[in-house]
């Protein structure tokens, strides 16, 4: 595994120019959680990315069905990467795929980075976000003020968590 320091260099989250709306939800991003000894990605197209707290934040959501959960409950690290055009074939495979019951490394070519904080990106990122998560909490039925957004988005009634994550370290190419 290549190291991060050779494929990346640091950018201060505020000096990040990306339309954060337009790479989350219409580019879309991988969240990675876990660490060295063993981690799991996923696509996402909700998040956020801003302050809170008088901290840089990001913001992902992962329902518990996914194996991601599991990774992202168990370690404190999670990774936002954000990948060129031409990886849009990947994205929807590992959006598409259980890592329970798919290598989705090995499928798709993914070539995994350890960032400083012992998080996961992958070579082939053009711009990774790298986070310690700070609170998390479960989407509540009974909070949506909008009650089609919970008829039309949760039929299973598979409830996101959200994590919300301080930033550590951005990584750009």
């Not at 039309?152 to 598979?158: A, G, H, M």
């Amino acid at each position: 595994m290549n190291t991060i320091n050779t494929l990346f260099h640091n950018i201060e989250a505020d000096k990040i120019s990306d339309n954060f709306i337009d790479l989350i939800h219409n580019q879309w991003m991988l969240i990675t959680a876990g660490d060295p000894k063993g981690y799991n990605t996923m696509t996402a197209s909700w998040g956020s990315v801003g302050a809170l707290w008088n901290k840089a934040i990001a913001i992902c959501f992962i329902r518990p069905t996914r194996y991601t959960y599991e990774f992202a409950n168990a370690n404190d690290i999670f990774t936002l990467s954000f990948f060129p055009n031409e990886y849009r074939k990947i994205l929807n495979f590992c959006g598409s795929r259980s890592g329970k019951e798919t290598d989705k490394i090995a499928a798709t070519g993914l070539r995994p980075v350890v960032t400083i904080n012992q998080g996961i990106t992958y070579e082939q990122a053009r711009l990774c976000i790298e986070c310690r998560k700070i609170y998390t909490d479960d989407l509540k039925p009974g909070n949506f003020l909008q009650p089609e957004i919970d008829m039309n988005l949760y039929p299973r009634k598979d409830y996101h968590r959200m994590y919300i994550g301080e930033i550590l370290d951005c990584y750009a190419r």
